[in-house]
């Protein structure tokens, strides 16, 4: 799973280790809900049961982040991914479900908050940019 989501714009929040991570320092339970065409994996969405006295319960993708929940090939995929998500918070009685991704704007199931803003950069500009200022003597 890990590697199928990063060969497909994931990000480290899509990984094995981000998962225990989380578990492991903060002991929320994880859920990996994962979109399937026959044996082929196509969507991966991580979601991690949080409770708190001060934000309630909610079910996160990403905790600590702002962005990388869904990770999937396409809308069909991702419509699926958001259902059962919606589902699993309905089952854990959650007071809210938390989809970090920008890729969900359009989704007329979901409220969309701008709460948070994320500055891509491509690889090639940072290094043009940081070896521009470094002096070579």
Request: glycine share 6%.
């Amino acid at each position: 799973m890990t590697t199928w989501a990063l060969t497909r714009q994931g990000c480290v929040y899509h990984t094995s280790a981000w998962r225990k991570v989380v578990e492991e320092t903060y002991a929320h339970q994880a859920f990996y809900l994962m979109a399937r065409s026959g044996d082929r994996l196509c969507g991966v969405l991580h979601l991690f049961l949080i409770e708190s006295r001060l934000f309630g319960r909610a079910l996160a993708s990403c905790p600590f982040a702002s962005a990388g929940a869904i990770c999937a090939d396409g809308e069909e995929e991702t419509d699926s991914l958001v259902e059962h998500a919606m589902s699993l918070a309905r089952e854990n009685r959650v007071d809210y479900l938390e989809l970090e991704s920008r890729d969900l704007a359009g989704s007329a199931q979901l409220q969309h908050h701008t709460d948070f803003v994320n500055y891509d950069l491509p690889l090639d500009e940072l290094e043009r940019v940081a070896f521009s200022t470094t002096s070579t003597t």
